[in-house]
Every structure is written in structure tokens, then in C-alpha cells.
T-cell receptor, first 116, second 112 residues
């Protein structure tokens, strides 16, 4: 089954304790992205990657890191989580055509993170 | 600031009616337009994408794009209670970064 797999689904952690949210896709998509979704603010892009070893900042990158060592994996790292990073996080992937045009995202199931 | 605007709703329609969801965008050079459905607490799911002016139909869903007026709409025919969700409009801006701009969504309630 074609899918984007995120883990964990739920996570409660304490301020300052490093954590990693994993994301893996089995569709050979070039483009991968991380979003956070907050009430009233909608989906905001954290980081994205156009291909292996190519990553760039989205709208709200502060406090987050990513890496893209393999095409299928795109982990999100919070080096020192803070309560304002409490949110619902989504990983998403999309194929790109020859011109770099998206065909639309497939989203993971989401990770609900609470930082206390 | 490039923006995508949607009426937050809730839009309430009776079962079997046509639901009409609208989205306007500010970047005149935008080329690609997407509609996603999101159930409460779930991830967004792609319904349709449209690139050219006019209508695109897929089952009960029709996307309509009017680039001159800078709006894109989604029509849902024969609305079902299972269509009750938030519908997100997303637009790819012009330019090299091809940034995807999201609306905040319209909440749709289909009443049995």
C-alpha cells in the first residue's frame, strides 16, 4: 500500500528533551515536507526537501532540524523542545514532474506532540 | 504576502444538495490548485487538483478554476453526511520556489 508512515502518533515529552519524529514514504517521491497545524493558524510548513541531501526552510523552521540521507526517509528533529512546539505535525510527500510541478501531497497520519 | 482566502464556515447543507466551496488567491501567477479534505483529528486527503481554467470533474466532485477572477471552487454533488469535514484549498505560487500556500479551510456540515 502506498503510504507515508509517521511515528509516533502521540508523544508527550518534557521541555529540553531531544526527540525525533520519523517519516518514511514508499512511493519513491522526490518531494517531502513537514507541517505543523495549529487552531486558527492552519498548516504551516517547517522544512521541505526536493530530493536527497537537498533541504530548505519553510515558514516556521526555528527550533527544528531535518535531514534527507535517503529518498524515503525525512525525520524531524527537535533538539530542545519547548511548550510552544506543542502541535499536530504532518509529514507529506509528493512526486514531481519534469518541470518540478507537484501532483499533490500524500500525508502521513500525523503526530500529536505535547511538550510540558 | 501571498494569500489564499476561504470562508471558515460552517457551511451547512442538507443531504443530497450541492455544496459549493470557494477559494480566492492573491498571486495572479499561480499555476496549480488543490483541494484537500480533512476530517477532525485526521490528516488532509487530496481530493482534486486543477491546472487549467474551466471545470474538472471526478465523481461527485467538480473543481472550477477562473484565473482571471483568481478563484477556485469545489462543488460536491449529492452531498452525504460523510462529506462533513474541513476542506482546504492550496495554491502553488509563481516563481522558482513553487511554494504551496494554504487556506485555513471551510468547515462543511451535511445534515441528514
Amino acid at each position: 500500500e502506498a503510504q507515508v508512515t509517521q511515528n509516533p502518533r502521540y508523544l508527550i515529552t518534557v521541555t529540553g528533551k531531544k526527540l525525533t519524529v520519523t517519516c518514511s514514504q514508499n512511493m519513491n517521491h522526490e518531494y517531502m515536507s513537514w507541517y505543523r497545524q495549529d487552531p486558527g493558524l492552519g498548516l504551516r510548513q517547517i522544512y521541505y526537501s526536493m530530493n536527497v541531501e537537498v533541504t530548505d526552510k519553510g515558514d516556521v523552521p526555528e527550533g527544528y532540524k531535518v535531514s534527507r540521507k535517503e529518498k524515503r526517509n525525512f525525520p524531524l528533529i527537535l533538539e530542545s523542545p519547548s511548550p510552544n512546539q506543542t502541535s499536530l505535525y504532518f509529514c507529506a510527500s509528493s512526486p514531481l514532474d519534469a518541470t518540478g510541478r507537484y501532483y499533490g501531497y500524500t500525508f502521513g497520519s500525523g503526530t500529536r506532540l505535547t511538550v510540558v | 504576502q501571498k494569500e489564499v482566502e476561504q470562508n471558515s464556515g460552517p457551511l451547512s447543507v442538507p443531504e443530497g444538495a450541492i455544496a459549493s466551496l470557494n477559494c480566492t488567491y492573491s498571486d495572479r501567477g499561480s499555476q496549480s490548485f488543490f483541494w484537500y479534505r480533512q476530517y477532525s483529528g485526521k490528516s488532509p486527503e487530496l481530493i482534486m487538483f486543477i491546472y487549467s481554467n474551466g471545470d474538472k470533474e471526478d465523481g461527485r466532485f467538480t473543481a472550477q478554476l477562473n484565473k482571471a477572477s483568481q478563484y477556485v471552487s469545489l462543488l460536491i454533488r449529492d452531498s452525504q453526511p460523510s462529506d462533513s469535514a474541513t476542506y482546504l484549498c492550496a495554491v502553488i505560487s509563481a516563481g522558482n520556489n513553487r511554494k504551496l500556500i494554504w487556506g485555513l479551510g471551510t468547515s462543511l456540515a451535511v445534515n441528514p
